[in-house]
Structures are given as C-alpha cells and as structure tokens.
C-alpha cells in the first residue's frame, strides 16, 4: 500500500471492491451482521480488518450533536446471563459504530435510578434490563431518555420479552410425562417481573394437566441461594423443582450433594437461561434455553430505529403492544428423571399448599 493509500481513509466502497460484493451488503454486514449470511459476513468484516477499516463515528457524532453512546444497565454484572446480553448489545453497538456504557445497578432499584439520572446528557439511549424499578418509574425514564427495557413491558416503553412463561410450560409438560404428579417453583426476587410471569405460567400449565403445584421463596438469584432452597425442597418432600433461574438450581444440585438427595433420581430439578456452566454441572443441568445474545442485539436495534440511526426496514417489528418476543425452549440433560416410587423420596414434611397467583 502507497503513501497516498495509506493516509486516505478506508471507506464501505474499498471493502465492497475488495470481498466483490454490493456496497449495501457491507454496509449491513458491519451494521447488523445477523442478517447477513455468515461467509459472506465474515470475508467483510476480515476485509475491514485488512483495510483498516475504521466507522467514521465522530465526524457524525459533531454534526448531529449526538454522543452515540448507549447505557445498559444490568442487574448484577456477574450473573452469567447477563453475559450474553452484554455481548450482544456490545456486538450491536459496535457495528452501527456507536458505544456502550455499561453500569451494574447490583439488583437495587435506587442504585438504577441514580445510574438513569447521572447519564441524562451522557448517553443518546438506554437499555434497562431486568428492572427493579416500578413500570411507572421506567415510563417516567422513557420521557426524558430514548429508552428500551429487556423482560419488562412498561405500557408505551418499547420491550424485549424473553419467553421464559413459554419454557416453563413446556417444563412442566416435560416433568409430568415422567410421572410427576406435584412440582415445587423456586422462587427468585419479589422485586423480579419475570418471577412472577413463571410463577403464573406454572400455575396455568399444572391446572390443565391436574398438577399440584407450590411455591417457596422468595430467594435472591445467587447460587448460594440455593443451599437454603434445597433444604426447603427436601423439607417440602419435593420430587420435582423449577428453579427461577440456573444459579439457584446450581446451588441446589450442590446442597442436594451434600444432602445424599440424588438427581434427578429422588429430585429432578429445573433451571432457567441456560448460562454458561449449565451443560457441564454436576448433573448437568435440565434447563429453559433462551436466546439472551440475541435479545440483546434486538433491544440496540429497536433502539437505533427510534434515534433513526438504522434504516426502518432494519427496525424489528414490534407487536401491537410495543414488544418484540423471542421463543425458548426446554433443553432436556441429566438433572431431570422419572419421578421416584411413593415413599421412597426424600421428604420430611407434606408438600405445602398452593399458593394462589
């Protein structure tokens, strides 16, 4: 490469001439490479790599009076599902070329209202996930910031929702073909919206098909969480347990270790998420597989449609509600079993009565 090459800026047209593909083709490949098929998606971005490619971010960040920057604020940072969201709205940011602030609100909804109020001015929009905050503090928020909320759905402040309801009956579909006839949830956070969207979509699931179902906690969602949640299961003469999610079912396969409670042959025991350790704890972990990742990379979008950063086609499709859905599905591993002969689990007292939802 000459002088000249080198110090004239390497456009989309130069990665076009270089991969043999349409301009627009790579103008999408570094601005959402999910829909663009992945070969090509990879020639482009190692192009760009090559060329030295560099998004031209502040240049329309003078003339537009944008930061483009983005806050997402998460929960608890070391909560692996959060991992995947991070990845994903990172992934997303940095191929419109716009960046990402990233706080941890540590599950406090005063510490998520100081964070939303520090970065007015700081940042062009918010992704809020897992919100501690009422939905009428989060509309109050999306007055003043561009705002998009990941598994809540605040009336008139667009959403992400994560099926978890969906998995949870399929959970429940799963454990009654294997003969269990009563199914303890394990309950996270009272401040949790999703928890009692489970809770609610446990309760349905076990009416149709003539279930019991209980309810213990609240717990915090940690995996030392689930030494007293397991003690309770055990307590309650459980033989069937969906967790609120994997790090308090993880605890519990531990406790029950410790315990000589075997799983899933005198408890089967439920997850959610299915984060990173699912697949290789001891068992490995029955668990409800979302797609976090890409809920992350839907919420940055839904977002850059509303800043008009994207193209409109580019803009997910929203339901009626201002939601956008993505599926789960249950992945079946080794913490699932047929229910144990009556009288031969683990129990020390009466499973407790149902709560009402």
């Known amino acids: 490469m000459n002088e000249l090459e080198r110090t004239r800026r390497v456009t989309i047209r130069d990665i076009a001439d270089a991969t043999g593909v349409a301009v627009s083709t790579v103008s999408r490949a570094l601005s959402l490479p999910d829909r663009v098929n992945q070969a090509t998606q990879q020639r482009i971005q190692q192009a760009a790599r090559e060329l030295g490619y560099v998004p031209n971010s502040q240049a329309r960040a003078l003339t537009s009076g944008r930061t483009r920057a983005v806050a997402v604020l998460v929960s608890d940072i070391t909560n692996p599902f959060y991992f995947d969201v991070i990845r994903g709205t990172q992934h997303q940011l940095a191929a419109a070329g716009w960046t990402q602030l990233l706080v941890d609100t540590e599950e406090s909804a005063e510490a998520e209202t100081a964070a939303l109020t520090a970065i007015a001015g700081k940042a062009d ?6 919100s501690r905050l009422s939905d009428a503090q989060i509309a109050r928020f999306a007055e003043r910031t561009p705002l998009v909320v990941l598994n809540r759905r605040p009336a008139g402040v667009p959403s992400v929702l994560i099926d978890t309801p969906g998995g949870v009956e399929q959970a429940v579909q799963h454990l009654a073909s294997l003969g269990h006839r009563e199914i303890l949830y394990v309950a996270g956070p009272d401040s949790s919206w999703s928890n009692e969207r489970r809770w609610k979509a446990l309760v349905r699931s076990g009416r149709r098909l003539g279930l019991r179902v209980a309810r213990i906690g609240p717990h915090a969602p940690f995996v030392d969480s689930g030494a007293a949640a397991a003690d309770a299961a055990v307590h309650a003469g459980a033989t069937a347990c969906i967790a609120f999610n994997d790090l308090i079912a993880i605890g519990m396969l531990t406790r029950l270790r410790e315990r000589g409670v075997r799983v899933p042959q005198d408890m089967s025991i439920v997850g959610c998420d299915d984060i990173f350790g699912a697949d290789f704890c001891n068992p490995p972990l029955t668990t409800m597989t979302s797609p976090i990742e890409r ?31 993505l599926p789960t599905h249950l992945t079946v591993r080794e913490s699932t079993g047929p229910a144990p002969e009556p009288g031969t689990a683990p129990a020390s007292a009466p499973t407790p009565a149902p709560r009402s939802a």
């Not at 929009?125 to 897992?130: C, D, N, Q, S």
């Open 125 to 130: 929009g918010v992704v809020l996930t897992a």
């Open 295 to 325: 809920a992350g990379r839907v919420a940055v979008r839904m977002l850059l449609g509303r800043l008009d950063a994207i193209p409109a086609d580019d803009v997910p499709t929203e339901q009626p509600n201002g939601a956008v859905a």
